[in-house]
């Protein structure tokens, strides 16, 4: 299967610094199927124009392609209803919503927002904003040595003045795979909504957020070979009916007057503006081509991977992992002794791996490891066993070119 696979990737095809390309940072943004590519051109050759504003033929079939990407999200996710998801342009303006149109009008002085010490900025800065603002307070659930959460501190952490848990899915930088359900359920049981940011879960394992209940949860079109620039919010209709847009303009209403506006329904009521039509039938074609071949397939030839590049890399004098919790996604970071990130992401590059070094996003989890910074080799359904080679080899050159 993995030669058919990273056929439709041409991208991977291209030689970097005259060396065989191994893309290890499908954290940062997957790459795209040639499925996904043809249905971005295919759109704007053949049916491009403005969504639910015209009556002409190439309204018509744009808008049907736009909302029929809506009701393939939902069946993808299995949402009741596609009227519960909601395209935004990337999981943090999706967290941004929730934090404005949701949380920032029911918090008062004193009331508590529960995070994790895992978490990406997009899922910490939206609420430092709205408590300062209201002065609420955020409280972190923190991370054990292992790279799992303390489950006991976070049931602790939970009380009457907690009004909302905004929870990571899966690490952007440890892989860990959080037991959400398990959150969500303790969380329920004192009353306290739940969104979870499943930006890097999507790619790698099957999500139902019937099956988990959470009141909302967001992903990037991105991270799941889809194209840059969409993002979804799944929300239980119920509360995202009772809401109030933060962002105005055209599409998003019924009537307006000097005196007043009045809003559409969800979803449209959350979607300003001209939308990125073309990036929502791409994102349809990536759910398209998951389905295809499978998410528990992906899941389990993932797993292998992450067997096998957790071996191999273990085996490698002065490199410690960071996080090898239980439950992990295809997700490995480390560090090398003596030897800075960025120098080893540099070299490898050189070699034609494709690695991310830095602090992800995630500095104040760069702050409880105590490291500047981490390596992060991330892997998705196009990458095999010899990108984890190539990955051990560039590691190999680096220390000899320090020691």
């Known amino acids: 299967m993995i030669e058919q696979v990273i056929n439709d990737f041409p991208i991977l095809k291209q030689e970097i610094r005259g060396k065989r390309l191994a893309y290890l940072d499908s954290g940062a943004t997957a790459q795209k199927p040639r499925q996904v590519i043809d249905a971005i051109s295919n759109f704007y050759l053949a049916d ?89 307070e955020l ?43 398990e959150l969500v359920d303790m969380a329920h049981a004192k009353s306290i909504p739940v969104l979870i940011d499943g930006a890097q879960a999507v790619l790698h394992q099957k999500v139902d ?74 994102l349809g074609a990536a759910i398209e081509y998951i389905n295809d071949l499978g998410i528990d397939s992906i899941y389990q030839y993932e797993q292998e991977l992450l067997t096998y590049a957790t071996e191999k890399l273990k085996t490698i004098p002065g490199l410690r992992i960071i996080g090898e919790a239980n439950h992990k996604a295809a997700v490995v970071s480390f560090v090398l002794d003596g030897i800075h990130p960025h120098d080893i992401a540099t070299i490898l590059d050189v070699e034609g791996i494709a690695v991310r070094a830095g602090h992800h996003c995630a500095m104040p989890l760069m702050e409880r490891f105590k490291v500047p910074a981490t390596v992060r080799a991330s892997m998705a359904c196009y990458n095999s066993k010899e990108d984890i080679d190539q990955l051990v080899a560039g590691i190999k050159k680096v220390i000899e070119i320090f020691s």
């Not at 919503?97 to 927002?113: H, T, W």
Request: proline share 4%; glycine share 8%.
């Open 139 to 181: 409280k972190v659930i923190p991370v054990l040595d292992c790279g799992e959460l303390d489950i006991d501190k976070a049931h602790a952490l939970m009380t009457d003045r907690t009004k909302l848990l905004a929870i990571t899915h899966v690490s952007n930088v440890l892989g860990t795979i959080n037991p959400v359900k």
């Open 209 to 282: 957020v019937q099956d988990l209940d959470c009141e909302f949860y967001a992903f990037s079109s991105h991270k799941m070979y889809g194209p840059t620039g969409v993002g979804v919010l799944f929300g239980k209709y119920e509360i995202l009916d009772s809401m109030t847009p933060y962002q105005g303009g055209g599409d998003m209403i019924m009537q307006v007057s000097w005196d007043k506006t009045e809003f559409q329904a969800p979803p449209t009521r959350f979607e300003a503006g001209t939308p990125n039509i073309a990036g929502v039938i791409g």
């Open 48 to 136: 491009n124009s403005n969504v639910h504003r015209g009556v002409h033929a190439l309204s018509e079939r744009s808008t049907a392609l736009y909302e029929g990407v809506r009701k393939k999200t939902a069946d993808f996710i299995n949402a009741k209803s596609s009227k519960e998801i909601v395209f935004v342009k990337s999981t943090t303006e999706a967290i941004n919503l929730v934090a404005q149109s949701y949380l920032k009008p029911l918090l008062n002085k004193g009331d508590e927002i529960l995070i994790s010490e895992m978490a990406h900025h997009a899922n910490i800065v939206p609420w430092q904003l709205i408590a300062k603002e209201k002065g609420a």
